[in-house]
């Protein structure tokens, strides 16, 4: 460990980080568990991280589940993480359609349909999030049919794929490039990568992009997203990392550890 | 009825059309039929352009059923046509399997199982299909994996939409965009419009290309993709037809005209 400042060097310029950072947002699937377990070290990582003293916000895009499922299964694996401590792409969908006063039809998974509530019989919007299991193609068709008739497209997240205990799952990413080839509509999505989903959760603690640090496993979505708000972004690798991550053209990480726990053991020895 | 030329006079010069052609692709559904109903006067005009002696093939991306079983739902409709004059995605794709001697993995309908064959227990290649209504989660994020693993992929059409009985419905160029979203690989299309399925068929009949027509509803994969291979191509105003599609930039057929009948009124007023 040192205490030197991480700060990219490749001709695209990652935002630096030269002192400890005054909140940390965290991504959950991929970076502090995969699946029902969580990986080596991050128990841990996030204990020391915690008598730290430093805000932390999870994010996620995590759309199967409720909030308070998430919590539990966190909790579950040893992971204490407070409900007001997680934002999810779900409740990003749920400010934005009440933001624009619309009247959604939902395509989600039946897990979330307590919390977003069911669709409207006039919508004037279709809701995408992961279905999952559930996909069937009655109901995407559905969907199509009312893009088709000029309804706008809010999709909870456009991730690629995701890693589970057995491989890589596919990911609604690929739900929404279905609806919007099919219908020409194109989604606007309200989970990570858009500004807004990380802006708000600094908001929520009052510090600034530049004061801040992002660690995820995901190039695009994480470390891409919040370096475009200027959040510093450590990538882990782990979770849905791959080698070629590291060789990107666009995307250049602050810095890039091995797991959650070398992510936290970095931040903590940066000078405050 | 005139026998002037029929020429795109828009910017971009579509091919002409100034003798009566010497063979003609039709496509099927949109065309001569909706669903399980023949369009209006598709039946008598079929009967007159079999009287006028012109060679036809039919060209179809329907990847649900098989040949003989869309002969059979056609000869059902009162539009006869044999099995040797109709060209499937299926066949196409089943050729160049064959061509590159490779072991698929099929994702497609179980309507054409016996017309494709069985999975490979270790396949090198994954080709796609429309499964439409039997598409499950799990079958799709199998497929996903494979092309994750490096697997190329094969796709019978890329379709957007097209026109059943009680609406517009989701085609399976849906999927491949959700493949090739997830997994970043870029799939290979053997249906329409890839230059080898419209040529394949005149290649059968001996006739030059700008001595045929074609004669779609679809203004992307039919029209554009015949006048890529400088097919002249005739739009009928019937199946999945848009009025949006007269005012397109990029593909301006050479004759839109109400239907099929209509389409066939012009061809036989076409001088010899």
Same mark, same amino acid.
Do not use: W
């Given at each position: 460990? !040192?205490?030197? %400042?991480?700060?990219?060097?490749?001709?695209?310029?990652?935002?630096?980080? !030269?002192?400890?950072? +005054?909140? =940390?947002?965290?991504?959950? $699937?991929?970076? /502090?568990?995969?699946?029902?377990?969580?990986?080596?070290?991050?128990?841990?990582?996030?204990?020391?991280?915690?008598?730290?003293?430093? %805000?932390?916000?999870?994010?996620?895009?995590?759309?199967?589940?409720?909030?308070?499922?998430?919590?539990?299964? /966190?909790?579950?694996?040893?992971?204490?993480? @407070?409900?007001?401590?997680?934002?999810?792409?779900?409740?990003?969908?749920?400010?934005?359609?009440?933001?624009? #006063?619309?009247?959604?039809?939902?395509?989600?998974?039946? *897990?979330?349909?307590?919390?977003?509530?069911?669709?409207? %019989?006039?919508?004037?919007?279709?809701?995408? #999030?992961?279905?999952?299991?559930?996909?069937?193609?009655?109901?995407? !068709?559905?969907?199509?049919?009312?893009?088709?008739?000029?309804?706008?497209?809010?999709?909870?997240?456009? !991730?690629?794929?995701?890693?589970?205990?057995?491989?890589?799952?596919?990911?609604?990413?690929?739900?929404?490039?279905?609806?919007?080839?099919?219908?020409?509509?194109?989604?606007?999505?309200? #989970?990570?990568?858009?500004?807004?989903?990380?802006? *708000?959760?600094? @908001?929520?603690?009052?510090?600034? %992009?530049?004061?801040?640090?992002? =660690?995820?496993?995901?190039?695009?979505?994480?470390?891409?997203?919040?370096? $475009?708000?200027?959040?510093?972004?450590?990538?882990?690798?782990?979770? +849905?990392?791959?080698?070629?991550?590291?060789?990107?053209?666009?995307?250049?990480?602050?810095?890039?550890?091995?797991?959650?726990?070398?992510?936290?053991?970095?931040?903590?020895?940066?000078?405050?």
């Amino acid at each position: 460990m !040192n205490s030197m %400042p991480v700060c990219a060097t490749e001709a695209r310029p990652a935002p630096c980080l !030269n002192r400890r950072p +005054k909140a =940390i947002l965290i991504d959950l $699937a991929g970076v /502090l568990h995969v699946g029902e377990y969580p990986l080596p070290g991050a128990v841990e990582a996030l204990s020391t991280l915690r008598a730290a003293g430093l %805000p932390l916000r999870f994010l996620t895009n995590t759309t199967r589940s409720p909030r308070d499922r998430l919590v539990a299964q /966190l909790q579950g694996m040893g992971l204490p993480v @407070a409900a007001g401590e997680i934002q999810t792409a779900v409740h990003a969908a749920i400010q934005r359609v009440r933001q624009l #006063g619309l009247h959604p039809h939902y395509l989600v998974h039946s *897990g979330i349909t307590g919390e977003v509530g069911t669709s409207h %019989p006039q919508p004037d919007v279709v809701v995408l #999030g992961d279905v999952g299991p559930e996909l069937s193609f009655d109901a995407l !068709n559905h969907a199509f049919r009312l893009l088709m008739q000029g309804l706008p497209l809010i999709a909870m997240a456009r !991730n690629r794929y995701f890693q589970e205990s057995d491989g890589v799952t596919l990911d609604m990413g690929a739900l929404v490039a279905a609806l919007e080839f099919g219908s020409g509509v194109t989604a606007e999505v309200v #989970g990570k990568p858009a500004p807004p989903f990380f802006l *708000g959760a600094l @908001a929520e603690l009052c510090v600034a %992009p530049g004061d801040a640090v992002l =660690i995820g496993d995901d190039l695009r979505d994480d470390i891409g997203g919040a370096q $475009a708000v200027h959040i510093p972004g450590v990538l882990v690798r782990t979770g +849905k990392y791959r080698p070629q991550d590291e060789r990107d053209d666009g995307i250049v990480p602050t810095a890039i550890v091995d797991d959650f726990a070398a992510a936290v053991r970095l931040l903590l020895a940066l000078p405050p």
